[in-house]
């Protein structure tokens, strides 16, 4: 990693305190970040101040670990390393909520700073770990949580701090955007895609976290707190998975000129009355083919935002595996050490706006609506009149002629969740209506 300019300035390498560090956890990223951080030793002191000391790994099983690690630095308790006094600094990437929330709490409560890629834990838990840093006056990082090297953290807690963010956009899910870009690509079922997705190693042996759309929510609550200085936990956050989305809906979305892509949004709402509230969700979205998000393929992440002052940006990147979110680590483990040797705190947790969350029900959205109707004369009159009952304006209708039933698809313009849902469940109870089959919001 070090350029040969950088090797000739590194004759004197700074002597400044040395910062001693504790690893919690020794897996794919955690022995990732050990290995760059030896690598990287010289390059560290300098962008410090100070050398960088490794005091310690923690591991469930230090046999297993015995050859790549020296027996010294092997620790089966977490919490003696993290006690160490020459500890300053707790990296912990084991992954989990409740053991590592409690070996967090004891580190920040014991005066270190910790540097986590911990994204249920930080979305589950923000507010405990944040007030345990304010108290102990040390700092919490957290930039590999959402999207590993991706700087979304660093971006809205740094760079957009004096703007106002309206609405973050993001891919921030490897697997299922591999899965939803391969059905795209093939034409094939949702199941194969994902056994696809097994194979080459992007889902998880039990996917449930992914498909279902609970990481991206743990995603989408740390960013919606971020951009909006307001509190939101992974359980505020509405969460749809992509395990319904079939062949048949990529195939009519295609034919729309869309594709599906599981977003997570962070929205700054507005009332007629002027009132702010936020909404964060994660559910399978229509995006248009030519809005930059439609082009983040394979198991891409890209976050997408949409700022007062800023205008549109967009973030795009691996979003996952050990070297890119060893990369995010070992970026918030440098400005932890800058701190502990030059003084000073890293940007804290800011809620002072503390908005209050939207109902998700007058949260305003549009549907693509795919159904199968009786192909007989006043079954578009009857569909229309229901969608009018419920206030919903129809943006275009398309007919495609089947055997004995006709495929009706709708899309909607912008209406609330609520009257949408209605409508929905309204048009299902019609005798000509034979099956509503797919049912998918659509981005701005
Ligand atoms: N499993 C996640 C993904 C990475 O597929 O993007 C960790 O959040």
Known sequence: MSTTSEVTAMSDVPQGREVGVAILGHGTVGSEVRR?????????????????????????????????LPKELLFDDAMELIAREDVDIVVEVIGGIEYPRKLVLAALNAGKSVVTANKALVAAHADELADAAEAAGVDLYFEAAVAAAIPVVGMLRRSLAGDQIERISGIVN???????????????SYDDMLAEATRLGYAEADPTADVEGHDAASKAAIM?????HTRVKASDVYCEGITKITAQDIEAAKNAGYTIKLLAICERIRSAAGEDSVSARVHPTLVRRDHPLASVNGSYNAVFVEAEAAGRLMFYGNGAGGNPT??????????????????????????????????????????????????????LAEVAAVCAKNGISLRTVRQEERD?????????????????????????????????????????
Do not use: C, W
Not at 178 to 184: C, N, T, V
Not at 419 to 440: F, G, N
């Open 174 to 188: 490897g697997t299922t955007n591999f899965i939803l870009d391969a059905m795209d690509e093939t034409g094939a």
């Open 404 to 444: 004995d039933a006709a495929r009706l698809i709708l899309l909607t313009h912008e209406a609330s969740e609520e009257s949408l849902d209605a409508t929905v469940t309204e048009l299902a109870t019609l005798d000509d209506v034979l099956t509503v089959d797919t049912v998918i919001r659509m981005a701005e």
């Open 36 to 68: 760059l951080m030896e690598a990287n030793a010289e390059a560290f002191s300098h962008r410090i101040g100070g050398p960088l000391a490794l005091r310690g790994v923690a591991v469930s099983n230090p046999t297993k670990h015995s050859r790549t």
């Open 326 to 379: 060893a990369s995010a680590v070992l970026g918030d483990l440098v400005g932890a050490a800058r701190n502990k040797v030059h003084g000073g705190r890293a940007p804290g947790e800011s809620t002072y706006a503390n908005l209050p969350l939207a109902d998700f029900g007058q949260v305003p959205t549009r549907y693509h609506i795919d159904m199968h109707v009786r192909d007989r004369v006043g079954v």
């Open 224 to 228: 919606a707190s971020l951009a909006f």
